[in-house]
């Protein structure tokens, strides 16, 4: 064994320790920054939009540095609802993995992505987005009575769901699965300050 091979076993395991440690401890996003813009009919920019997304987990083996691809079966799970405005970055929040990269392109570990989103604001018919609707596009939020918006609100905090209903508005009345919905103290008053 020449000299340099302890020193280079060193930088290889340095390197991995490397990766592994930014990978368990911060997500990946890699769709980059977005700016969705949320207009009106009549073209005004909104701001103060409540967002909830609908987000899927999985673990498992994926392709890296998503982690996308075959995985132990997800669950779908409202949570963490949060204030958006118009020409923020959404996609930051769309996917976050916790896990090992292995070469080449192969990922071990879990994932958290949203691919639906409720937008709800007062005044405005409650709109279900996808992630197909965000790239390059203009989501338009129509005017309504707010009945519809206090109704969806109504439901997402009862305690017993209506998983058909949860299950439209969301967009995925294909999911054989329950969906599960957890708010916190903070997501609860959030929510109702929206009704």
């Not at 009549?42 to 999985?58: E, R």
């Not at 118009?86 to 949203?114: A, Q, Y």
């Not at 390059?136 to 109704?151: F, P, R």
Request: glycine content about 8%; proline content about 4%; charged content about 25%.
């Amino acid at each position: 064994m020449s000299r340099s091979e302890p020193k280079l076993s060193r930088m290889l395991a340095f390197s991995f320790f490397i990766m592994v440690f930014l990978l368990l401890h911060s997500g990946c996003a890699m769709d980059g920054v977005k700016y969705l813009i949320v207009v009106d009919e009549n073209g005004n920019q909104l701001k103060s939009i409540l967002i909830v997304p609908l987000y899927s987990k999985a673990f498992g083996l994926g392709i890296a540095p998503e982690g996308h691809g075959w995985h132990t079966k997800g669950k779908l799970i409202v949570k963490k609802p949060f204030v958006f405005n118009s020409g923020e970055d959404l996609m930051s929040k769309k996917i976050h993995t916790r896990g090992v990269i292995l070469p080449p392109l192969m990922f071990i570990g879990s994932s958290n992505s949203v691919d639906n989103w409720l937008f709800i604001k007062k005044g405005f018919a409650p709109k279900m987005v996808d992630s197909s609707d965000i790239h390059g596009n203009v989501i338009v939020l129509i005017k309504s009575n707010g009945n519809d918006t206090a109704k969806l609100i109504d439901m997402l905090l009862a305690s017993e769901h209506d998983q058909n209903m949860l299950k439209k508005q969301f967009g995925v009345e294909w999911v054989k699965d329950e969906i599960a919905v957890i708010f916190n103290k903070k997501d609860i008053e959030l929510l109702k300050t929206y009704k």
